[in-house]
Structures are given as structure tokens and as C-alpha cells.
């Protein structure tokens, strides 16, 4: 079960990682808001979206399938059932 933590380690930083550079152009173009406060349960749905359009462009952008890119297919697999 490690090779997953170090999957979904993976995911959650890039997830994190695009979220900060989406708030930051919307934080740009939007100059005259001045706070950042959102709806912490449409805060949670949109980062879980993002999860699932990031394994969803991994699973099908993969290419060759080798026995290490099935593992991880099938960790993300696991990660959208749960």
C-alpha cells in the first residue's frame, strides 16, 4: 500500500499545485476582490473534480501500458470508487 500513498502523494500535489496557479490568475484579472474566501463544501467538490480530470487525463494519455503504469491505473481506478 505504499506505492499507492505515493501515488495519491502525487495527485494531491498536483492538484494543490494547480489550484494555487488557478486562484492566482483569478486573484489577477480579478483585482478588485479582496478577499479569498470561498464555500468550503464548493471548495472541496472543485478539488475533487480536479482529481478526477487529472486521472482521467493520465488513464487516457498513458500511452504504452507497462506493469508500473498498470499499477498506478489501477491505484487511481481504486481512488474514483472510494
Same mark, same amino acid.
Given at each position: ?9 502525487? &495527485? ?5 499545485? !494547480?489550484?494555487? !496557479?488557478?486562484?492566482?490568475?483569478? !486573484? $489577477?484579472?480579478?483585482? $478588485? =476582490?479582496? %478577499? ?10 472543485? %478539488? *475533487? /473534480? &480536479?482529481?478526477r480530470?487529472v =486521472? /482521467?487525463?493520465?488513464?487516457?494519455? =498513458?500511452? *504504452?501500458? %507497462? ?5 498506478? *491505473?489501477? !491505484?487511481?481506478?481504486?481512488? &474514483?470508487? /472510494?
Open positions: 500500500m505504499q506505492q499507492n500513498k505515493e501515488i495519491y502523494d502525487r &495527485l494531491n500535489k498536483t492538484v494543490q499545485d !494547480a489550484e494555487y !496557479a488557478f486562484w492566482a490568475v483569478v !486573484a $489577477e484579472e480579478y483585482q $478588485e =476582490i479582496k %478577499t479569498g474566501d470561498c464555500d468550503p463544501f464548493e471548495a472541496i467538490k472543485f %478539488t *475533487e /473534480s &480536479l482529481k480530470q =486521472i /482521467s487525463w493520465y488513464v487516457n494519455n =498513458i500511452g *504504452e501500458r %507497462t506493469e508500473e503504469t498498470k499499477k498506478k *491505473e489501477e !491505484a487511481y481506478e481504486q481512488y &474514483l470508487r /472510494s
